[in-house]
């Protein structure tokens, strides 16, 4: 995993659009120590770590994970999903499970925190609308299943999480998924824990047996052994 550490806020993440400047306002940078970090510089670190990222060589690179503890209104978090995106292609993975499923895997490998609600939820919004876009561009005239946009809310629910890393680390909590065959997932409920080297404290409970994407939000906690998926 990749975490995006940063000196309190001052390298809190802004959009590429709608903030000309490093500040949204005085008072946020009063009262959150909220300065904006520039695309230029985004990229520039993202580019430190190419070995995190899909390539030509490796396209399916797309599973390793990010945290990113101050996460703001999502801008470093866009940019990790459109290079994810990039070699997530309807030609390698046709239109159909696989490719619904690749995405969903892009998208949950990545893990953010935020004190403020707003940027938790402008977060959400802007990582959602990295996969529309991509969906647009790739897919043409063709639409994703209604129960992969489901698996989009599911996973950014459980994935961009309001906290305070600084002070309530064990208060956060998050879900691993796992990927597994069939357009499945193996979730694991964590807790950030600064003494484990993976970042992720894994506590019970864990899910009994894999659950397909088109189930995640018919399945908030965890399954049981007897529990079916398709």
């Not at 400047?21 to 190419?50: C, F, W």
């Not at 879900?175 to 003494?195: I, M, P």
Request: with cysteine.
């Amino acid at each position: 995993m990749t975490t995006l550490t940063q000196t309190g806020r001052a390298m809190n993440s802004a959009p590429n659009e709608g903030h000309r400047g490093q500040i949204k306002s005085r008072e946020r940078v009063r009262d959150l120590a909220e300065v904006y970090t520039h695309h230029r510089e985004v990229n520039a670190m993202l580019d430190l770590v190419p070995d995190m990222f899909p390539t030509a060589e490796n396209p399916g690179n797309t599973d390793r994970k990010f945290l990113e503890p101050a996460c703001g209104s999502g801008n470093f978090l866009e940019e990790i999903l459109q290079r994810k995106l990039a070699f997530v292609t309807t030609e390698r993975y046709g239109m159909g499970q696989r490719y619904e499923h690749r995405i969903l895997r892009a998208l949950a490998s990545i893990y953010a925190v935020d004190i403020n609600d707003e940027n938790v939820e402008e977060s959400r919004d802007r990582l959602r609308a990295v996969i529309n876009s991509h969906i647009d561009n790739d897919m043409n005239t063709k639409a994703v299943s209604s129960a992969f946009s489901d698996a989009v809310d599911v996973i950014l629910t459980t994935n961009i999480v309001l906290g305070d890393t600084m002070s309530k680390r064990a208060d956060i909590t998050f879900v691993d998924y796992k990927a597994g065959k069939g357009g499945t997932f193996t979730r694991e409920w964590a807790t950030l824990d600064s003494h484990n080297e993976g970042l992720f404290a894994m506590f019970a409970p864990v899910d009994e047996t894999p659950v397909h994407y088109r189930d995640l939000l018919a399945n908030p906690g965890p399954t049981t052994a007897k529990a079916t998926t398709r």
